[in-house]
């Protein structure tokens, strides 16, 4: 996307934050380059399913915002949604109680069949029916109903005013599916997958070494029957996923893959790759800009250590993101003192507020203070973390200084038995990552601090679910930040989880691939039609 394309999405985006009306639609044709060959994406955010009811992370949902539309969605550069598959949506009276979206004509799946209201309502009816635990469900708890008007209204009415509903279908929580394809109360496999986005999967194929079908490529090509205004700048598109960023480089090198997906590789990699570009000796490109993906260690409060707030605020006291940030990613992250990230609207410095420095004197007193003994034994179990050897030994370093803490670290190679792990409290401190659904900063606050969150911790504090969230999602204007900024406090003196770091965007391609500049955002979202490769 130019410069001028660019601008012209915020320009219409600041026209929409209580209503999603269309701009002038682009022309669906692929614009130059070379669409003969597939652009292959190499990432290491594995996944195992793909059915928008069931899964939640980052690999799988890089694949469905390029092959299933939502009734909204966020343009590269916007940080409100505009219309998809919707011409028009918007509450009805003033009290965000009812949300209504007309949909666009002539939709359809990529099998030919018509997409209608009857489609969304079937999709949001599935989504809350099947209540996956490793779903999106929660993202739409607030709906209390949906029905279609004819083949082109949808009504949704909500159990209380939620404005944050419009970003959250936005997002691939709001995947519309075909009716007569996906089943209403199970998940479908894989490789019926039907959607009506850009694109359309081809084949699946699975990743080696891999337990019960995790995908290690997913081909796609451009779907024929694609009703959407997105410009296609290659026809087809693959992604293969890779256990660890080692054979991720590796692929890179040998002409495997054409780009890697943001920040999969190893830090000081990426910071070679960049350094090689800036003195012209770089074999690759690479492209950098803001990201609102984080990084936290998660306390499980049923344990009867890490459940001692003083534990973990003495944990808060003693972190050194400085040090984190310098010794470990080489300044390619930035220190995160929240769980709001810079850049989204009502983010503070909550934890830098009440903690300052790394301090050993002051963790001491707050344990003396609750009468704990030291040194406090401690497990930091985690899976797939960027550096995550150096990051987990850092932080151990950091949580031993001055005998206060003893920290065991164990790794947990399979995925799926890490998140079943912290599920079902197997773990006392384990490291996670966010990325983000939506661009709001209710997005880090309702799925990770109430009622336990996405991370299962057991941790709730009804000033912030009965009270602050719940008040703060009437507010139709999303910039104004609410009362985050007091959730964040709360949050910061509680320590559910402990804020590590922030992302900063980072892409390596190949000389011939083009327009990656063009989709990163903080919205996290890779629109693989933004990419395309240079006539040799």
Not at 87 to 111: I, R, V
Not at 369 to 387: D, E, I, N, Y
Not at 481 to 489: H, I, L, P, S
């Amino acid at each position: 996307m130019t410069s001028a394309n660019r601008l012209a999405v915020l320009s219409c985006a600041a026209l929409v934050a209580t209503t999603a009306a269309g701009c002038a639609s682009a022309t669906k044709v692929v614009t130059g380059g070379d669409s003969g060959s597939a652009i292959t994406l190499g990432t290491t955010s594995v996944t195992k399913v793909l059915d928008p009811a069931g899964t939640y992370d980052s690999g799988s949902w890089l694949v469905l915002n390029n092959t299933f539309q939502s009734l909204l969605k966020f343009p590269a550069g916007a940080t409100v949604p505009q219309p998809d598959a919707a011409q028009n949506c918007a509450f009805t009276g003033a009290d965000t109680m009812t949300y209504t979206c007309t949909l666009k004509s002539g939709l359809k799946f990529s099998n030919g069949h018509p997409l209608t209201a009857t489609d969304v309502v079937f999709s949001i009816q599935r989504m809350l029916k099947i209540k996956d635990p490793n779903g999106p469900a929660e993202l739409l708890s607030t709906i209390k109903s949906v029905e279609s008007k004819g083949d082109d209204t949808v009504v949704i009415h909500l159990t209380t005013p939620d404005a944050v509903i419009p970003a959250k279908l936005a997002s691939a929580a709001g995947s519309i599916v075909d009716h007569t394809v996906f089943p209403a109360d199970k998940l479908l496999d894989n490789s019926k997958l039907v959607g009506s986005g850009p694109y359309k999967i081809d084949s699946i194929d699975e990743l080696a070494g891999s337990k019960g079908g995790v995908p290690g490529k997913i081909s796609l090509s451009a779907n024929s029957q694609y009703q959407g205004d997105e410009k296609m700048q290659n026809t087809k598109f693959a992604v293969r996923y890779f256990n660890t960023a080692d054979e991720l480089k590796a692929a890179l090198d040998k002409g495997d893959i054409d780009m890697t997906d943001n920040n999969s590789l190893d830090p000081a990699v990426a910071t070679k790759l960049s350094d090689d570009q800036v003195s012209g000796k770089g074999t690759v490109k690479v492209t950098e800009g803001d990201s609102a993906e984080v990084s936290f260690l998660v306390f499980n409060t049923k344990d009867q250590t890490a459940g001692n707030q003083a534990v973990r605020q003495a944990a808060a006291q003693l972190l050194d993101r400085q040090a984190l940030v310098r010794n470990v990613f080489e300044h390619s992250v930035q220190p995160l003192y929240s769980v709001v990230p810079a850049g989204i609207a009502g983010h503070n410095t909550a934890f830098f507020d009440r903690y300052s420095e790394p301090d050993v004197n002051k963790a001491k007193k707050i344990l003396s203070g609750a009468k704990v003994q030291t040194p406090v034994k401690l497990t930091l179990t985690w899976s797939r973390a960027r550096a995550g050897d150096a990051q987990m030994a850092e932080i151990k370093k950091e949580l031993e200084a001055g005998g206060l803490f003893q920290v065991t670290v164990e790794k947990e190679a399979d995925w799926e038995a890490f998140k079943a792990g912290w599920k079902a409290d197997k773990y006392q401190m384990y490291a996670t990552r966010w990325v983000p659904d939506y661009v709001d900063a209710d997005d880090y606050i309702t799925p990770l601090v109430v009622g336990g969150g996405v991370y299962h911790n057991s941790w709730d504090d009804p000033r912030i679910s009965q009270q602050l969230v719940p008040e703060s999602i009437k507010q139709t204007d999303r910039t104004a930040g609410g009362a985050y900024g007091q959730m964040q406090n709360i949050v910061a003196d509680a320590v559910p989880l402990l804020p590590l770091f922030q992302n900063k965007a980072f892409y390596a391609s190949k000389e011939d691939i083009t327009g990656v500049g063009n989709t990163v955002d903080t919205s996290g979202i890779l629109r693989f039609w933004e990419i395309g490769r240079a006539k040799k």
